[in-house]
């Protein structure tokens, strides 16, 4: 995106970029989730998953080209 968002954002929000700097992202999509979504999400369960693959970087694949 090249423009900020026009529309007011709220609840479970997800992002897809790549972090330019200590504060900012080169976003490229955003996902608002509907209420539905994110009263049956579960924050304390998504976060132990980050820490997770962030200690586990190895066995998590986020995409792009597998190399043998």
Same mark, same amino acid.
């Given at each position: 995106? #090249?423009?900020? @968002? &026009? +529309?007011? +954002? /709220? !609840? =479970?929000? *997800?992002?897809? !970029? #790549?972090? /330019? &700097?200590? %504060? &900012? @992202?080169? $976003?490229?999509?955003?996902?608002?989730?509907?209420?539905?979504?994110?009263?049956?999400?579960?924050?304390? @369960?998504? #976060?132990? /998953? @980050?820490? =997770?693959?962030?200690? $586990? &970087? %190895?066995?998590?694949? #986020? !995409?792009?080209?597998? *190399?043998?």
């Amino acid at each position: 995106m #090249q423009e900020p @968002l &026009s +529309v007011h +954002v /709220a !609840g =479970l929000t *997800e992002v897809h !970029g #790549q972090v /330019a &700097s200590r %504060n &900012s @992202l080169q $976003c490229d999509n955003v996902v608002v989730f509907p209420d539905e979504a994110t009263e049956k999400f579960d924050m304390a @369960l998504y #976060q132990k /998953a @980050l820490e =997770l693959t962030q200690r $586990c &970087s %190895n066995h998590y694949i #986020q !995409g792009g080209i597998m *190399e043998d």
